[in-house]
């Protein structure tokens, strides 16, 4: 059975039938480093829609933009205020999530309708919270393992270069997917 789409999803660029969340990156562009007032900052030139998308690569600019604006990682459009943020775990340990928030119902579609998702629904969680923390993920130097990074809360005076965006819920709860996907299937809202 395919789930409805949310139609905020299916106006999305596809990828076949599949529409391909916002904060993917796409092969039409490429990543430099640009100095700005506020110190270095790593940006994307790609362009939704042009190219192959990438799926499971954050475009930096969307990310940082979703994890700011609190948009959709998945259709990105705003998450209400008066909405629960949510994301898909497999770690309820993971102390910096590097995916933006998602509507409830756009994350039920996704769990439901992409295959890599539904295939772990049943070893994963949800997490819901209301608000969350934003920290700038920042190169600062090199290693033998490659690149060294630091995390510092966003806006704070510059060292390196400004990469993604990392988030940390506040007050979160955590929920098995499967048991998830049940209860909402029963109370969308
Ligand atoms: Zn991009
Ligand atoms: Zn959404």
Redesign the pocket.
């Given at each position: 059975m395919t789930p409805p789409m949310p139609p905020q999803l299916a106006r999305l660029p596809r990828s076949g039938s599949v529409p391909v969340p916002w904060t993917v990156?796409?092969s039409s562009?490429t990543?430099h480093v640009v100095q700005r007032d506020s110190g270095p900052v790593l940006v994307?030139?790609?362009?939704?829609g042009k190219g192959r998308p990438y799926f499971g690569t954050p475009?930096?600019?969307?990310q940082r933009r979703a994890m700011q604006e609190r948009r959709c990682t998945i259709c990105g459009t705003h998450v209400g205020s008066e909405q629960a943020c949510t994301w898909p775990l497999a770690d309820t340990g993971t102390r910096y999530y590097f995916e933006a928030p998602a509507h409830s119902e756009c994350l039920a579609f996704a769990l439901r309708s992409c295959p890599k998702l539904a295939s772990i629904a049943h070893r994963s969680y949800v997490v819901e919270a209301r608000d969350y923390t934003v920290w700038e993920r920042r190169a600062i130097g090199t290693s033998p393992e490659g690149l060294v990074f630091e995390m510092t809360p966003l806006g704070e005076p510059p060292s390196g270069v400004v990469e993604l965006f990392a988030l940390t819920p506040i007050d979160p709860q955590f929920t098995p997917a499967t048991q998830w996907l049940a209860d909402h299937a029963r109370a969308p809202h």
């Open positions: 990156q796409w562009g990543e994307c030139t790609c362009k939704a475009c930096v600019n969307h």
